[in-house]
């Protein structure tokens, strides 16, 4: 894991969006983010946080789960995921 | 200071070696960094560096004096600045 390379991948807000979304539940599937881009953006998103090895997925059918490597990323860049999702909490809710 | 910024300012290489550069010393001239880029390329990485709260820059005659925004920093994102200054040196010291 990169650390340069996590935080391109978390420098995007659509990207943001979906660490928030899996800091919050255990386990999603793409199709049941609420984004604000097309299924081919979408798809390039999820797979730019997996390759910077931020997300885990697994399919289930013709489903694809995607869920936060909180502990890996915790163990090799303490406070970053801490930082970035208070940052993007503090950002949304000066937004409302 | 917006972390989001400051991570995309952090996120490439010149800038990082800038970053890292001032973290050694107080101050230093734009032109006594070593950098594998143009003078007009450097010119833009300094800027990104000081819009994103980074570094900061006076004239000194015909100098351009930098430093980093290290307090300002630390207090503002805390942790941040050392992760990625301990990072730089982890891939500096495995590149050679």
Redesign the interface.
Known sequence: MN??TV??A??D?VR?SIVTTLSAQSEVACNCFDLPVGKSTASRHFRVLREAGLIHQRDMGTRRINSLRRLEVNRR????LD??LR?AATNASADR
Chains 1, 2 share one sequence.
């Open positions: 650390l340069f935080m391109t978390l420098s807000p943001l860049f303490p406070g970053l930082l970035v940052e």
